[in-house]
Nanobody, 122 residues
Framework: QVQLVESGGGLVQAGGSLRLSCTAS????????MGWVRQAPGKEREFVVV????????YYADSVKGRFTISRDRAKNTVYMQMNSLKPEDKNVYYC???????????????WGQGNQVTVSS
């Protein structure tokens, strides 16, 4: 069974930081792009960040560029997203995602996790 298991998230004040982690299991994800998409209730799913299979190339949504940082540990099948300088508008459910590079940027991953709520208070 393919799984993307997420951890982290929670409640933080504006300007604070959180870190999300995502560990993949069930098949090898070593050649997949991985990243995060987010979705608020009643809104469309939105691309956040993607990292390529080697971990050497990343791409960020303009809204998070300079504040969020993604990294991956291929040996552990795990990706991390450090979120700094959080803003109230970052409040969302964040879904770990895997699949094609272009698919993640289009917020259409092949697989995604259970989602993690991130709430930022002003």
């Amino acid at each position: 069974q393919v799984q993307l298991v997420e951890s982290g998230g929670g409640l933080v004040q504006a300007g604070g930081s959180l870190r999300l982690s995502c560990t993949a299991s069930g098949r090898t994800f070593r050649n997949d792009a991985m990243g995060w998409v987010r979705q608020a209730p009643g809104k469309e799913r939105e691309f956040v960040v993607v990292i390529n299979w080697s971990g050497e190339v990343t791409y960020y949504a303009d809204s998070v560029k300079g504040r969020f940082t993604i990294s991956r540990d291929r040996a552990k099948n795990t990706v991390y997203m450090q979120m700094n300088s959080l803003k109230p508008e970052d409040k969302n459910v964040y879904y770990c995602a895997a699949g094609r590079w272009a698919g993640l940027i289009e917020a259409e991953p092949t697989e995604w996790g259970q989602g993690n709520q991130v709430t930022v208070s002003s």
